[in-house]
T-cell receptor
Framework: DGGITQSPKYLFRKEGQNVTLSCEQN?????MYWYRQDPGQGLRLIYY???????QKGDIAEGYSVSREKKESFPLTVTSAQKNPTAFYLC??????????????FGQGTRLTVV | AQSVAQPEDQVNVAEGNPLTVKCTYS??????LFWYVQYPNRGLQFLLK??????LVKGSYGFEAEFNKSQTSFHLKKPSALVSDSALYFC????????????FGGGTRVLVKP
């Protein structure tokens, strides 16, 4: 089946630790995105990538880092610099700039909790 | 900068009654508009989109949305709501003149009562 896979589903982080969230897609999509969702709130864009080896900061990039070494993979690292990382993280992908009207497909999310 | 507003945090409706979830947007170019639904602890599922053409767009599960350029709105509608439609609904926009960034509204929780 084609789709986006996020892992793990639940992740616990100790204070001061870096953690990496995985996102893999087999849809042959050029563009990939990371969003953060806080309880009862909307989605805020962390980073996005339109093509391999290129990515741009979103609205709340501080304390996060990404890489895009392969088309199908877009891992997100939550660093110790992110002071309030507890949230639900969603990865998405779409075909990118051509055509612009295509919808994004989402993974099932990773719930990160600081303990 | 592009933006989306969903003015209602929650909409309550009785089963069988019409459902409307409001969305307004702001872009500098032509808008590409989307509606998604989210069930608890799950990712977002695509419902429908407006790219160009007819202002009334039909989507999944009996939902439709009306694009109104003069009011910069894209309200989601369903003629007869089901209890199973209870979920969190998100409107999103991509500005055709501003790259590939996808911006979401704050979400509207829909509660359909039997």
């Amino acid at each position: 089946d084609g789709g986006i896979t996020q892992s793990p589903k639940y992740l616990f982080r100790k204070e001061g630790q870096n953690v990496t969230l995985s996102c893999e897609q087999n849809l042959n999509h050029d563009a990939m995105y990371w969003y953060r969702q806080d309880p009862g709130q909307g989605l805020r864009l962390i980073y996005y990538s339109q093509i391999v080896n290129d990515f741009q900061k979103g609205d709340i990039a501080e304390g996060y880092s990404v890489s895009r070494e392969k088309k199908e993979s877009f891992p997100l690292t939550v660093t110790s610099a992110q002071k309030n990382p507890t949230a639900f993280y969603l990865c998405a992908s779409n075909t990118g700039t051509a055509p612009r009207g295509t919808e994004a497909f989402f993974g099932q999310g990773t719930r990160l909790t600081v303990v | 900068a592009q933006s989306v507003a969903q003015p209602e945090d929650q909409v309550n409706v009785a089963e069988g009654n019409p459902l409307t979830v409001k969305c307004t947007y702001s872009v500098s170019g032509n808008p590409y508009l989307f509606w998604y639904v989210q069930y608890p602890n799950r990712g977002l599922q695509f419902l429908l989109k407006y790219i160009t053409g007819d202002n009334l767009v039909k989507g999944s599960y009996g939902f439709e949305a009306e694009f109104n350029k003069s009011q910069t709105s894209f309200h989601l509608k369903k003629p007869s709501a089901l209890v199973s439609d209870s979920a969190l609904y998100f409107c999103a926009v991509r500005d055709g003149a501003a790259g590939n960034k996808l911006t979401f509204g704050g979400g509207t929780r829909v509660l359909v009562k039997p």
